[in-house]
């Protein structure tokens, strides 16, 4: 299957996405892998946009890069393919956490209240 991408680490982890959601049947995966094999269409967000849309103990899911535009004040885990160095120190300030969308994975396989925003 091609994918269209050329970013190894980027083909690996739609990989593991559709991995996942074939094993334990869960379609959030599907849609996540979906939105990262759209040619053109990685997704960028602002830590505003978060703090806008999630609440404190929420788990979200960016298909792309996580920027440092804004402020955020909620304590979240936030699962995306990049993160600026200002999105992550941001989110970590407020008490939340920066992590890969393989961590996302190995800690929650079921996808269990996962919010994709982006």
Same mark, same amino acid.
Not at 30 to 36: F, S, V
Not at 69 to 83: P, Y
Not at 88 to 107: M, T, Y
């Given at each position: ?52 849309? #999630?609440?404190?103990?929420?788990? /979200? ?6 920027? +440092? $535009?804004?402020? !955020? *004040?909620? @304590?979240?885990?936030?699962?995306? #393919?990049?993160?600026?160095?200002? /999105? ?6 407020? +008490? $939340?956490?920066? !992590? *890969?969308? @393989? ?16």
């Amino acid at each position: 299957m091609k994918l269209g991408k050329s970013n190894p680490i980027l083909i690996e982890t739609i990989k593991i996405l559709r991995n996942t959601a074939k094993s334990r049947k869960k379609r959030v995966w599907d849609a996540i892998a979906n939105k990262l094999e759209k040619p053109g269409d990685i997704r960028i967000v602002n830590v505003s946009k978060l703090d806008k849309y #999630l609440n404190d103990g929420d788990i /979200a899911v960016v298909p792309g890069k996580v920027l +440092g $535009g804004g402020s !955020i *004040s909620k @304590r979240v885990t936030v699962a995306a #393919l990049a993160f600026s160095a200002k /999105a992550k120190s941001k989110i970590e300030s407020a +008490g $939340g956490r920066c !992590i *890969s969308l @393989r961590k996302l994975i190995e800690e929650n396989p079921d996808g269990s209240y996962v919010k994709i925003i982006g």
